[in-house]
């Protein structure tokens, strides 16, 4: 499969733990992004690399939040100090410019629940 | 602001009925205007897009229009079948490409 992929497609934590998500995107694909989703509701971006870079960041995303893309290919997002309002769907994305910079793929999702 | 509205939250049509769904957005910088459409448990899919050069883009059974003017846009589903059924999502970039997502629409493709 050589599309968007994330680990794990499902956490279940307890309040107060500290999760982490990976996304792979797509081979080559320049940009990288996060987005929450929950039930009912569109994806609400959260931040997005280019490359390595972090180059902006929701005002979601709180300070127990944080995301990183270090070899500017797989990224990692963590969050520390969960709470229940952390129980979402995180999203991943990518996309290329060599195809159109602005369609996005999107991967699975992980699925979070915060007891 | 960053404003993306989209209507109607559900709709139920009738099997190869068409269903319109319309979005408007804030941004008048936007330029480029995806269509996702997301089954229960799996991810957004793009299933259209169309740019502010264009107003209305055809694939098979669907289309969309653009309106830069009034800022809206719509998708278009004719002779809709079972496997329309899902949520769709409609977006529209910042100019910094963060995209700025519909709250979505509930298909229902009735029998």
């Known amino acids: 499969d050589t599309g968007v992929s994330q680990d794990p497609r499902h956490k279940i934590t307890k309040r107060g733990q500290n999760v982490t998500f990976r996304c792979d995107p797509i081979?080559?694909?320049?940009?990288l992004y996060w987005y929450r989703q929950t039930l009912g509701q569109g994806p609400e971006f959260l931040t997005y690399f280019q490359n390595e870079a972090q180059l902006e960041k929701s005002r979601l995303l709180s300070d127990r939040f944080s995301a990183e893309r270090p070899k500017g290919s797989f990224s990692t997002l963590e969050i520390q100090r969960t709470e229940q309002g952390d129980s979402a769907m995180y999203l991943c994305?990518?996309?290329?410019?060599?195809?159109?910079?602005?369609?996005?793929?999107f991967g699975p999702g992980t699925r979070l629940l915060v007891l | 602001g960053e404003n993306v509205e989209q209507h109607p939250s559900t709709l139920s049509v009738q099997e190869g009925d068409s269903a319109v769904i319309k979005c408007t957005y804030s941004d008048s910088a936007s330029n480029y205007f995806p269509w996702y459409k997301q089954e229960l448990g799996k991810r957004p899919q793009l299933i259209i897009d169309?740019?502010?050069?264009?107003g209305e883009k055809k694939d098979q059974r669907i289309a969309v229009t653009l309106n830069k003017t009034a800022k809206h846009f719509s998708l278009h589903i004719t002779e809709t079948q079972p496997e329309d059924s899902a949520v769709y999502f409609c977006?529209?970039?910042?100019?910094?490409?963060?995209?700025?997502f519909g709250k979505g629409t509930r298909l229902h493709i009735l029998p």
């Open positions: 977006a529209a970039p910042k100019k910094d490409d963060k995209i700025i």
């Open positions: 081979s080559e694909h320049n940009r």
């Open positions: 169309i740019r502010s050069n264009v």
């Open positions: 994305a990518s996309s290329s410019p060599h195809l159109n910079q602005e369609t996005q793929y």
